[in-house]
Structure formats: C-alpha cells, structure tokens
C-alpha cells in the first residue's frame, strides 16, 4: 500500500462508498419511516388534533337515552380520558359548550334571521370585549358586528325565540317564504359585546356564522349571526321543548408523538373512545384515520426502500468484484514468486488478498461515520422538520453483512488468478473466458429474461426488482462481448486503411485484460442512473400534478360565505385586480366516484389558477371557452306587454304571468287570464331581468292541458325584449308536463301536460347545457348531443356540454368538472328560481402569486369568514415526503453512488496496469509512432470505453423504468396508475452532466500516461 498510494487510497474510497450505502439503507428505512409520523401528526399537519365527545341530544326528535347536562359530560369524559396516562399526558385543554337553536324576532316580514344560544365556559377570555362577561341567568354577550348589523346596544334586551319555533324553517332549504314569523318566548339582557381575537382558533367552533347580506329564496331573506353567549348553562339546557346539542372537545399535543408512541396512541384512543361509548357518549376524532395512513406508509416503505436498495447492492457487489479482480491479476506475478518460493497455498491467499481486504476492512467504519453525513443530508433536503436520525444497531448489522459479503467476493474474484498456472502468470498472459464465465453469463440471461417475463405478468412480484439490475448486466455482457467484436474486426480494417490511431485503439479495446469488466460496470451504473433518472423526473411531476389536481392555486381558503353570490360580490370588491377569485364547488357521487364540479370567475382564471403543463395562454383560452357569448339580455321595466297566440290549452283556465329577477329575487307578476287566438297581456313590473313567462293553473284542477302557444312580442318601458327562439328559452318539466319548443325570432311551445303543476318558460340567461372542462369520463348514463345531466348549483340536475377534457382540472381531486361561475348559478335560477345554498356547496377564495398579503382581512370585510387554507407549495412538499416519494428518492442516492463507482473503477482501469502501458507506449515512440497518434488512440479508447455502455445501459434503464413505473405508486401508498413523462432539464440533464463529469476525469488521467511514457523507461533510467 506504501508504493501504491494513490490506488490504494482509490480503492479504500470506493470501498467506503460501498459501505456508505450499505449502512444508509436501514437508516433511511427508519427516519423515513419517524418522517411520516412527523409529517402527519407534528407541527404543522394538517391534522386535527382534538377528540370530540358528543353528548345525548335532548329535545324534539332527540335520541333515547338518560339525558346528561353538560357538567356531568364533562366529568365523565374527564374520568375516562384520565383512565389513559398516555392521553393525559398530551392533553392540552379542553372546549366544552352547549347550543340551541334561537331566532331573532324583531326583524320584519319574510326575514329570517337565525343563530345559536351557546353556553361555553371560558369563550370570555377568547374575546375582546365591550361591557362585560354574562354571569347570570338570562344575560348574554354578542358580537360586535351582530350588535351594528341589527343594533343592539349593552343594557337593550334582546327578543329572541327558542324551543320549537326557533327549529322550524331555518334555512332556505327548510321552509321558503311560508314559513310564519317566530314569536317571542325569551328577552335576554345584553351585558357585552365581543370581538374574537383570533376567528380562526379552534375553540370558536362554528358559532361566527354572521353574514352581512342574506340568502334570498322563495320571497324570503334568511340571516345568520354569530353564536349568542350566555352566562348560565340552564339558559340553554331548561328551554323547554328545545333541542339541545352538548359537545366537549379535548385537545391533544401531538407534536411530541414519534413512531414508537403511535401504537400507545392509537391503543389509547380505542380506549377512551370504548368507555366513553359506556358513558352514553359518543368520540369521533381524525387521528385514527390518520394513524392508519402512517401505518400504510411506513408499511410501504419497509417494503419499497429495501427493493430500491437491490440495484445498488448488485451494482457494488460487480465493483467490488471487478477491483479485486484487477488488483489480484495485476500481483499475478508477484503471487507466482511466492509460489515457486513453496509458500504454502493459504499464505499465498493471504499475501494477494491482504492488501485489497485490509482496505475493505478499514473502510467499513469510515462507511459507517459517511452514512452519517448523508442521513443528515438526506434529512434536511427530503424528511419532515426536526426527523431525529439516532444510531441504530441495523446499521451496524448492514456494514457486518456487507463485509462478510465482501470477503466472499474477493475469494470469488481471486480464485481463478491463484488458479492460473505460474508459467501464464509469469507470462502476463490476458486471462481468457472459460466455460464457467459463459455459464454465469447465460444464468444471468436467463434470470433477466425470466425477470422481464415476471414483471409484465405480475409488476409486484418479488423477481420483478430484479428485472432493472438482472438486464443491465446482461447489456453490459453483451455490449462487451460486441464490443470486442466490432474493435477485431476493426483492426483489419483500419491496418488496411493504414490508420495509426484506429489500428491501436480498436487493438486495445479487443485485446486488453480488463475491458469487459469495466463494460459491465459502466452498463450496469448508466443504466442505474438512467432507471433513477427517469423515475424521479415521473415521480416529481406526477407528485406536481396530484397537487395540483387538489390545490388548484398557489393559495386556496375554504370560506364561509352567505351565498355564492354574495361570496362572488365580496372576493370582487376586495380584490379589484382580479389577483383572487371566488370559487363554488359540489361533489357528487357517481359510479362509486366522487365528481367535483368546479364553478370559477372564468375573468380571473390565467390570474389565480394553475394547471400542471399548461401555460397561462392555456388558461385563458379555456376561460374564454368557458364563457361563450350568452343568449341576449331581457331587461323589463314599467308596463310590461306580451303577444300571445294561443290554440287549444282551454281545457281548464290558465292565467298568463312573469316572473322577473330583481337582484337575487324572482317577483311573480300576473299578466290576465290566457284567452284563445291573438292577444296581447299587460300588467306593470319592477326594474329586473325576465326570468319566466309561466301559465297558472287553478288549485285543484289537474285536468290534461294540451295546446300551442306562440310568444309573438314582448315590450316594457326599457324597449323591445328579443324573442331568440327556442335558444334562448328552457322549458321547466315538473312530473306530468312535456314543453317542445321551436321558432328562431318568435318562440312557439307544443305543451302537454296534467298534474297541479304550473307550466313555466324560463328564459335563458345561460348557455342551455354549460360548457365544462373534464377530468375523467363523463358522469352520465346517457350523453346525448346537446349535453348530459348532472348535479351541480340547483336543486334539480343541470346540464353540461364537454368543451375539452385533460388529466387533470385544477382543484377536481381527479374527477372534475370546471365551468363558469357565473354561467352556473345563472342556469341554476333559471331553472328552479333558486340557487341550491345547502351543506354539499362548498364556497373557496382561490389566490394567486399576485394577491395582497392582507387578503384574510380584505375578504372578512366583505362578510367571508376563512375557516381554513392551504398552499400548492405545502401540499407537494407533503407529497414529497410521503412513502412513495421517499421511496423512490432512494434511486437518486443509488444513482450518486453508481456515478461514483463507475467513475472509481474507470480511475482505477487507468492505473492498474500502467507501468506496463508506460512501457508499451514507450516502446510505439521509439518504433516511430508520434506523441500525438499515441494520445488521439487513448482518447478515442477511453471514449468509446466509456461512451458504448454508458449509451447502453441508460437505454435499457429507461426502458424498464417505462416498463416498471406504471406498476409501482408516484404519489399514494397503494395507488398506481400510468406514468406520464415529460422529459426536461431535471435529473436527465444532471444524469448527463455526471456522464459528461466522469469521461473528464478519467481522459486526463489516461492521457497522462502517454506523457509519462519516454524512450528511457526501456533502459530502465526513468521511473
């Protein structure tokens, strides 16, 4: 080792990093695996961290059960989560509240305003308050913004109605216009006024509903305020006849939760939420979901991380073989003398081996320090926040593996030099391929072909990771064996062409010892970098896509808002530059599918959407699809007349009227009795837009109705109406009733129709069926041609027309539909009045990169409360530190190795051997052959030694990688799907780079040899 310094040092760093890899391995496993417990239960997680206990609902229509009072629900709870020290030790406090249902009652007619009496212990300390906190019986305290909208003042008492009065027709889905004002039955005293100190804190729950504009529907405003607090819990629980809702939420610290305390969680939380249920309470929390989302990760990675391990093992098992090949057979002569010395057999073993052995031995601690440093590098670049990295005893047990395993390999390696008659060794004969060497060869075909075979048929069989090393080896065999071929056939060729530098290039690439080797391990390292190369382009992008497919802005705030349309005026106002956007979305169920449908302000789309491989161009060419050019305006105002021609529909009385849209409103205006022929109808209307032109039929005559009517004119003090046609209208089809409509300029409809139900013409303020992006198939029985039904913003289907589909819609969750807002809410009113303000709409502010900093603030001045938020950046780096991604990252680490030790034993090709290439080349000088010829043939040798498998192995790496990919989850544990792979400057680009990196290195080191080759050197009187 003292004379070869430099080798040796070579030797022992490639050693090192054999043994770096080997010990990194189950250390990875086991910070990836605390990583995913940090990633969804440490700071920051998206999970919640509360158990919520809910008590026996008493009231009307309440379960059976011994009702319990609040303060005893709280006692019991509080005794059976003591039962569990490992949950009281992360507890952190505790929310407690009970509510009932409360209207306002000094409010005018057809006004609805609604809220929740709530008593909840401690709420005072959360608020900033004016006046003081309730304390006694029949004293409350409401919010500041309560207290402006319907001035209440401290000292006023507040006219309220509870009990069953205040349960009935809350909401515009639960009685309409019909519904009777609500009497008195409580008069509160307003002893304060509070201002939450921060809306978004957990312990507010879903008591600050106040909206500053209502949600009309049916002739009637519905309102909501914030919760009113009392003082005393009787003042919610003894209301007679009341429905009374008690709730206790604990709050746990999860933070401090690592992968060893997940089961005592999840023990613990079977647990309580058993004696609670003993309790006659019931505990629902979002933590045991999660913990088996951590389970499934961790699973997966145990699983995935060892199988992505295997090419890398192969790949330093050849390396390790390969050095010690070369090494032995370059002390081959050395290993003769000592034999024709009578040194005994295992002396001699000793005497080759010690050196390559002794540095394999040293390098195993030096492995175990590097893999140190990676694990802490991989931890900051790729692991959640604070993933502690101990040292753990697999570790060890990798690197004492990885020595036996090298021991074997260097008495495999060796066997055939100490095998090798001293005569050849003396000789320096180049060892030939035996039979056995060709045997391996075709095991190792055979076991890629059945590997191959394997993983179409089956891409999770255990054979099937095999498939990337098994078939790079055999290309770095075969490209070898054509290799030598090509550069025999070559010399012939190049001797008659009499070309200097072709004939010594391709006679050493066929002739020299060492070729092969160095073939194989260039083919199996490129093809290492090519698999991970890609697996890591696909894996990146596909982990941007899902994101985006969930988050489909760089900022998205779930909201609380009135209605859709007044979330639409709010976002407008307080964003002015459009840098935002209000969006409404629903999911629905079909084919056992969540469909989302995606409503956006299609003016604002370029501005704050993303779409994965779209360009703002793209997003604005679909928003202007989105929003094709509406059917023409029909505003009224003053006398409103219409020309009818009636035939038939004289089976029973109809009277003729509108319905005019004022705001969000629809007034129904009579125009007169519908009279056979020609007529005209008049009645005044207010300022609006016509809405629906509609034939009345008397209670209780359902007789059939069979008839033609014929818009002919329609007129208003604002001017002339355009009929449109059959374009612009929709016919309303309640049970019993069938519209055919036709006309281009006048507007004639064929009715049928029996039942009670009115016969109503809606016109148009939409596109008949709306123009939908689609992500997925259609979700629809049956697609006809103008369109196919589906649920979205009414209360009735609505329907869709596909203007184009992708594989993502951004924000869809996979299977989506986006369309325009507007557009949608509009064809809702025109087809049932209304629009559908029920729990399966969903209402979000959407944000680009634009946006003001004070955009929380902007939209709670306009009455839209964020409940939550959530950034694509956030939800990728999630991603990306999930089981499949951690997994896969792992073939980026096996790829800087594979670089590493190709460029480690190329180096050391150079230098094993040189003294005899100084002679040789030494020899060519003094033969005549030029300096420069000398260098062109080694340049061209070390390319094409390089440059062949190099080209090789990356070809059949990307190959299984489009083979295998598919078969293997991106994204989600346990979700696979089709890779989809857009080549770009990412991994390829430093897979070329590291290519390009090695051939650099190693030319200059070769070339040097020629200059070190001089006429003297045959003398012997230079070194």
């Not at 779409?611 to 679909?622: K, N, R, T």
């Not at 039904?789 to 589909?805: K, N, R």
């Not at 230098?911 to 420069?932: D, F, I, K, N, W």
């Amino acid at each position: 080792m003292r004379h070869r310094a430099g080798r040796s040092l070579l030797v022992l760093l490639m050693a090192a990093v054999a043994t770096t890899a080997a010990a990194a391995v189950p250390a990875y496993v086991r910070a990836a695996q605390e990583s995913v417990v940090r990633d969804l239960l440490g700071p920051g997680s998206a999970t919640d961290p509360t158990i919520t206990v809910q008590l026996p609902t008493t009231g009307v229509g309440a379960q059976v059960g011994q009702p319990l009072t609040l303060a005893e629900g709280i006692g019991r709870a509080e005794l059976v989560l003591g039962s569990s020290p490992y949950l009281a030790g992360l507890r952190t406090g505790r929310t407690a509240y009970a509510e009932t249902n409360l209207k306002l009652t000094n409010v005018g007619i057809a006004e609805v305003v609604t809220g929740h009496l709530v008593y909840q212990p401690g709420i005072c300390e959360l608020a900033t308050l004016t006046g003081r906190c309730p304390a006694a019986a029949g004293e409350v305290m409401v919010s500041t913004r309560t207290a402006e909208h319907y001035k209440i003042a401290v000292g006023d008492r507040l006219p309220i109605a509870l009990g069953p009065s205040a349960d009935l027709g809350r909401t515009s889905k639960g009685g309409g216009g019909g519904v009777p004002l609500a009497g008195t039955t409580h008069r509160p005293l307003v002893v304060g006024l509070f201002t939450p100190k921060d809306a978004l804190d957990s312990a507010w729950g879903s008591q600050l509903q106040y909206s500053p504009v209502p949600d009309p529907h049916l002739g009637a405003r519905y309102w909501t305020v914030d919760g009113i607090y009392t003082g005393t819990p009787d003042d919610v629980e003894k209301v007679a006849g009341a429905v009374v809702r008690r709730t206790v939420v604990l709050r746990l610290d999860l933070t401090t939760v690592d992968d060893a305390g997940v089961g005592r969680l999840d023990v613990a939380l079977r647990d309580v939420t058993s004696g609670l249920s003993g309790q006659q309470m019931s505990a629902r929390s979002a933590i045991p979901s999660v913990i088996v989302e951590i389970r499934k990760d961790q699973d997966a990675i145990a699983q995935t991380v060892p199988v992505g391990a295997v090419p890398l093992l192969v790949l330093a098992l050849v390396v390790l073989m390969v050095l010690v090949a070369a090494l032995t057979e370059e002390r081959g002569p050395e290993i003769a003398l000592a034999r024709l010395h009578g040194y005994a057999r295992g002396r001699v073993a000793a005497f080759g081996l010690a050196e390559v052995l002794s540095l394999i031995t040293v390098a195993a601690p030096l492995g175990l320090l590097l893999s140190r440093l990676v694990l802490a590098t991989v931890a900051g670049l790729w692991l959640a926040p604070g993933t502690p990295t101990p040292w753990s005893w697999t570790a060890f047990v990798a690197v004492g593996a990885a020595l036996l395993t090298a021991y074997a390999a260097a008495a495999v390696a060796s066997r055939r030099v100490f095998r090798t008659k001293v005569i050849n060794l003396l000789r320096r004969v180049p060892q030939r391929t035996t039979w056995r060497a060709g045997a391996l060869e075709g095991a190792a075909v055979a076991l890629a072909v059945a590997a191959l075979v394997t993983t179409v048929q089956d891409q999770e069989s255990g054979l099937a990771v095999l498939a990337a090393p098994l078939l790079a080896i055999v290309v770095g065999v075969a490209g070898g064996r054509l290799l030598s071929l090509i550069a025999a056939a070559r010399v012939r060729q190049t001797r008659r062409r009499a070309d200097p530098v072709g004939v010594l290039t391709s006679a050493s690439l066929s002739r020299r010892p060492g070729r092969q080797r160095i073939v194989v391990v260039v083919a199996v390292a490129a093809s290492l970098m090519g698999f991970s190369a890609v697996a890591w382009d696909v894996a990146a992008q596909a982990r941007a896509e899902a994101a985006n497919g969930v988050v489909g802005a760089p900022s998205v705030y779930r909201v609380s808002a009135a209605g859709p349309q007044q979330l639409l005026e709010g976002v407008t106002a307080a964003v002015p530059d459009g840098s935002a956007m209000g969006v409404v979305r629903r999911a629905e169920f079909f084919d056992g599918n969540v469909v989302n449908v995606i409503g956006v302000q299609s003016d604002r789309l370029a501005k704050t959407a993303t779409w994965f491989g779209h360009s703002d161009v793209d997003l604005e060419a679909i928003a202007a699809k989105l929003r094709p050019t509406p059917p023409a305006p029909s505003p009224v105002s003053g006398r409103l007349t219409v020309s009818l021609d009636a035939t038939g529909l004289d089976q029973v009385p109809l009277v003729v009227a509108v319905e005019v849209r004022t705001g969000q409103r629809q007034q129904t205006v009579e125009l007169g009795r519908l009279q056979q022929g020609l007529h005209e109808y008049a009645a005044e209307v207010p300022e609006g837009e016509l809405a629906v032109l509609k034939l009345i039929r008397p209670p209780a005559q359902a007789e059939a109705v069979v008839g033609t009517l014929t818009i002919k004119r329609l007129s208003s003090a604002a001017g002339e109406v355009p009929i449109g046609g059959e374009g612009g209208w929709q016919p309303i089809l309640p049970a019993g009733v069938k519209v055919g409509l036709t006309g281009d300029t006048e507007l004639s409809a064929r009715i049928e129709a029996d039942g009670n139900g009115d016969i109503r013409i809606a016109r148009l303020h939409a596109p008949k069926a709306l123009p939908g992006l689609l992500a997925g198939p259609v979700p629809a029985v049956e697609v006809a041609d103008d369109g196919w039904p589906f649920m979205a913003f009414a209360t009735q289907p609505q329907t869709f027309t596909t203007l184009g589909t992708d594989r993502i819609v951004p924000g869809a969750s996979g299977h989506g539909i986006l369309v325009d807002v507007d557009y949608g809410l509009a064809q809702a009113q025109d087809l049932t009045g209304s629009v559908d303000n029920g729990t399966s709409i969903v209402y979000e502010v959407w944000a680009g990169d634009g946006a003001p900093k004070d955009l929380v603030d902007r939209l709670a001045a306009h009455g839209i409360q964020v409940r939550s938020s959530q950034t694509l950046s956030a939800y990728e780096d999630r991603l990306g530190r999930r089981a499949p991604a951690l997994a896969l990252r792992l073939y980026g680490i096996g790829a800087l190795v594979a670089i590493l030790l190709a460029l480690g034993i190329v180096l050391l090709a150079v230098r094993v051997g040189a003294e005899q290439r100084r002679y040789g080349s030494a020899a060519l000088l003094v033969a005549g052959v030029p300096e420069t010829v000398l260098r062109k043939a080694v340049r061209r040798e070390f390319v094409t030694l390089l440059g062949w498998p190099a080209g090789l192995g990356f070809l059949s790496g990307v190959a299984v990688a489009v083979l295998l990919l598919p078969g293997i989850p991106l994204v989600t544990t346990g979700v696979t799907g089709d890779a989809h792979w857009q080549p770009a400057p990412g991994a390829l680009a430093v897979v070329a780079i590291a290519c390009l990196g090695c051939l650099l290195i190693a030319l200059p080191v070769a070339v040097r040899l020629i200059r070190q080759a001089r006429p003297e050197l045959l003398r012997g009187e230079a070194r």
